[in-house]
């Protein structure tokens, strides 16, 4: 079985424009679950440039599958989300300059750090994954520090032009991903993965759930969007059936 995760950041991206009330990521997330989804994806950055405090409070009383909540190590967002108390937190780095996420997290890096942020959230029975690159370091790294789940950074494979390169971006995702199974973690993927990129990722039997926001948010602003949720689940969900 493989999850749809629907990020609706860029819902609030188009009402913060005109900072008005309008359109509200909580009634997107709604339909986003009519249309299929399995799990809403939030991520409220230190500059609350599109998701602010208030959507998380509404989301979490709407949402009836799984909602995830996307953020920075921090300490004031660790307060966050044991307020909050999403089904699931996911680790992702953050810069103030950067248009949307840039890389995964640099765990070997930055796991002692974060080591007590994990350990809490996971205390207050929140599941915690890592946005890491796929690199098998990183995931080791994980592991070790005691992660539920790591999200695979399927960017260089968004961006991959040509055989060649597209077959060594795939093969590094399925790598991780086979070495995060086989260590017990649960594998996500995501960033980058629109209606035509989705299929030869989504068909990685080790994955268990997608995230994808911005080509589904581009898609619904055309047909609404139920039916861009359904269309990007129909999509996924015949790629892992072909494969199996």
């Known amino acids: 079985m ?25 009634h997107a997330a709604v339909l986003a679950e009519l249309g299929g989804a399995d799990a809403i994806t939030v991520h409220l950055r230190g500059d609350r440039r599109h998701i602010q405090d208030r959507d998380l409070e509404v989301l979490r009383q709407v949402v009836r599958t799984r909602l995830n909540f996307e953020m920075a190590a921090t300490q004031e967002m660790v307060r966050v989300a044991l307020t909050l108390k999403p089904d699931q937190v996911t680790f992702v780095p953050e810069r103030r300059e950067e248009i949307t996420t840039e890389g995964g997290l640099d765990v070997s890096l930055n796991g002692a750090q974060m080591r007590p942020s994990v350990k809490m959230l996971q205390e207050a029975g929140i599941e915690v994954s890592l946005f890491v690159d796929p690199e098998l370091e990183q995931i080791k790294e994980s592991h070790k520090l005691g992660a539920q789940a790591v999200e695979i950074n399927t960017a260089s494979w968004a961006v991959a032009s040509g055989t060649r390169a597209l077959a060594a971006a795939l093969g590094r995702i399925t790598d991780t991903a086979r070495l995060g199974r086989k260590l017990g973690l649960l594998i996500h993927a995501g960033h980058g993965l629109d209606y035509s990129n989705v299929g030869p990722v989504a068909a990685l039997t080790e994955i268990t759930e997608l995230n994808i926001g911005h080509s589904i948010v581009a898609r619904a602003i055309l047909v609404g969007m139920e039916r861009a949720v359904r269309e990007m689940a129909d999509a996924i969900r015949s790629a892992r059936a072909e494969r199996v």
């Open 2 to 26: 493989i999850r749809l995760g629907v990020n609706i950041d860029h819902v609030a991206t188009v009402r913060q424009a005109r900072r008005a009330v309008r359109p509200d990521p909580a």
